[in-house]
């Protein structure tokens, strides 16, 4: 494993500096690179042209002469002139937390449209960085920043750079189109869509594939859930059927984290819109951990950057094989679950259908045997709770929402 120092900018009202140092040491284990020490410092005793106190430099370059590393990572955004300065004191590349999340991101795309997104993201962090970036790249083999676009990069200028930003976006256009045309064809069948959010690594593709194995639906390939920060980047959606209920899609979204790069959330919007889209949030959130209130706010506001305030949400507190803490009054509707022992998922399908279904009510229609098409759109869009056969007629008793009620109310018994 290459080896790196780590540098805290401590501007946080609690002390949570620990904490972000911690995710940032996870972060670089994702790249596989060992964070061996870290440093910190008050964020008003930094400099403008350093982003650290000169001596706090001077102690780091003293660490670096004794203990070659071949990375200092900063958790916080650097200026192009900062890195530029920080690389002729330390004599190494000098990296921030915004880069280091580019290439994981970058690592862990597989599919087209997540190698597009990400490879718009870098360009636009690297685009005001090119000079400041370009001696730390060469003195690298294969090291941070040059996964996805790569050595190529560094070999264009700002013009060129906006070249093969058009380019790569009308690409993504193409490919946002179709996905926007097979969502507008979910929601044409009326079927409900509910979205799973949260911090990254708090369980929700674990969820996704909890609800999956106990569906009727004959889909049930399982996503990935490593122990790992964005063990995934895709967008995965799933039909839920469970029996005597009436069915549903299920979609995970990427993972959330403080400080999550601004253009990773502009390049990934298209995916995000599933999210603005959904008729319920699942808010999936790790109990265990020690700062999940700091993590359930970080959620919370990159929710609010994309929009979406006004999709009724359940907090799905996970984890509770972990810990015995109480659930917190703030968060409604809520409950508690371990997605790895399976504990209490009955009871979280009950919530879920009792909020995404809300406003459906009872109603009884009989329908002539020749009108297949209408039974059919009850079969298909309603929860059917009784079916009998009178002569020439058909009397289904279902569960069916507003939109549908007043399509079929000349049905109605």
Same mark, same amino acid.
């Given at each position: 494993?290459?080896?790196a ?21 996870n ?5 596989n ?34 203990t ?56 636009n ?79 929700k593709?674990?969820l ?44 995970? &979204?990427? #993972?959330? @984290?403080?400080? !999550?790069?601004? %253009? ?6 298209? =995916?995000? *819109?599933?999210? /603005? ?63 790895k ?28 045997? &020749?009108? #297949?098409? @209408?039974?059919? !759109?009850l079969? %298909? ?6 079916? =009998?056969? *009178?002569?020439? /007629? ?20």
């Open positions: 494993m290459q080896k120092i780590a540098v805290g900018i401590d501007k946080f009202k609690k002390n949570l500096l620990a904490y972000q140092l911690d995710e940032l040491k972060l670089a284990k994702g790249l690179i060992d964070v061996i020490k870290t440093f910190s410092q008050e964020h008003r005793l930094g400099t403008p042209a350093l982003k650290i106190g000169k001596g706090k430099a001077e102690e780091i370059q003293a660490y670096i002469q004794e070659p590393v071949t990375y200092v990572i900063f958790n916080d955004e650097l200026t192009s002139t900062q890195i530029r300065n920080l690389e002729a004191v330390f004599d190494c590349a000098v990296i921030d937390r915004t880069l280091l999340i580019l290439d994981i991101f970058a690592k862990r795309a597989k599919t087209k449209e997540a190698m597009l997104q990400v490879e718009i993201a870098q360009l962090y690297l685009k005001p960085r090119l000079s400041a970036l370009r001696a730390s790249f060469e003195q690298q083999q294969g090291g941070i920043g040059q996964k996805g676009p790569g050595e190529k990069k560094l070999e264009l200028d700002r013009r060129k750079i906006d070249r093969e930003l058009k380019t790569l976006n009308r690409q993504l256009d193409a490919i946002v189109r179709v996905r926007k045309t097979n969502r507008k064809t979910r929601s044409e069948g009326r079927i409900r869509n509910v979205a799973i959010v949260g911090y990254t690594n708090s369980g593709s674990t996704l594939n909890t609800l999956t194995n106990i569906s009727l639906s004959t889909q049930k390939q399982s996503v990935s859930a490593k122990d790992q920060l964005f063990a995934t980047l895709e967008t995965s959606t799933r039909r839920i059927e469970i029996k005597d209920r009436k069915p549903f899609t299920l979609t995970d &979204t990427i #993972g959330f @984290i403080s400080q !999550l790069p601004h %253009e990773l959330i502009e390049s990934f919007k298209s =995916t995000l *819109e599933e999210i /603005t889209e959904a008729d319920l949030l699942l808010h999936v959130i790790d109990f265990s951990h020690p700062y999940y209130l700091d993590q359930i706010v970080t959620t919370n506001q990159v929710l609010d950057e994309l929009g979406v305030d006004d999709i009724e949400t359940l907090y799905v507190f996970n984890k509770i094989d972990l810990t015995d803490a109480i659930l917190p009054h703030a968060f409604k509707p809520a409950i508690k679950v371990s997605l022992e399976d504990t209490n998922i009955d009871n979280l399908v009950d919530h879920i259908h009792q909020l995404l279904f809300k406003d459906d009510t009872i109603a009884i229609y009989a329908i002539p045997q &020749t009108r #297949g098409d @209408i039974i059919h !759109l079969n %298909e869009n309603a929860h059917v709770l009784d079916t =009998t056969y *009178e002569n020439n /007629t058909v009397r289904i008793k279902a569960k069916v929402d507003p939109v549908l009620k007043r399509q079929l109310k000349a049905y109605e018994v």
